[in-house]
């Protein structure tokens, strides 16, 4: 499975951005999908998890909501009421794995994308 995570890009606080994650080279249907991101000079965080079916999600922050289209192979973080402290490179990952609570750990993905860039300005 191949990742691409595209959609950021600088927005003012406050304000919104949706990322996607288009996957390639095979089907997610059957995949949960993660958020993660990190920010200069620390360690990469979880931000959301969304089941195959989309009919469970984690989140570190319910300022983020996850969804899916598994017919187009895409996954999407909606993100509001943005914070300076948001910016970071945003990362979507797959996991084959069966839902669990430990879908917030980095471990349980097995596929990465290169991640896209998120910066808000205060």
């Known amino acids: 499975v191949q990742l691409q995570a595209f959609g950021g890009g600088l927005v003012q606080a406050g304000g919104s951005l949706r990322l996607s994650c288009a996957a390639s080279?095979?089907?997610?249907?059957?995949?949960?999908m993660g958020w993660f991101r990190q920010a200069p000079g620390k360690e990469r965080e979880f931000v959301a998890a969304?089941?195959?079916?989309?009919g469970s999600t984690y989140y570190a922050d319910y300022r983020f909501t996850s969804s899916r289209d598994n017919a187009k192979n895409t996954v999407y973080l909606q993100m509001n009421g943005l914070k300076p402290e948001d910016t970071a490179v945003y990362y979507c990952?797959?996991?084959?794995?069966?839902?669990?609570?430990?879908?917030?750990?980095?471990?349980?993905?097995?596929?990465w994308g290169q991640g896209t860039q998120v910066t808000v300005s205060s």
């Open positions: 990952a797959a996991s084959p794995r069966p839902w669990k609570a430990t879908m917030k750990r980095e471990n349980e993905y097995y596929y």
């Open positions: 969304i089941s195959s079916n989309g």
């Open positions: 080279g095979r089907t997610i249907s059957s995949y949960a």
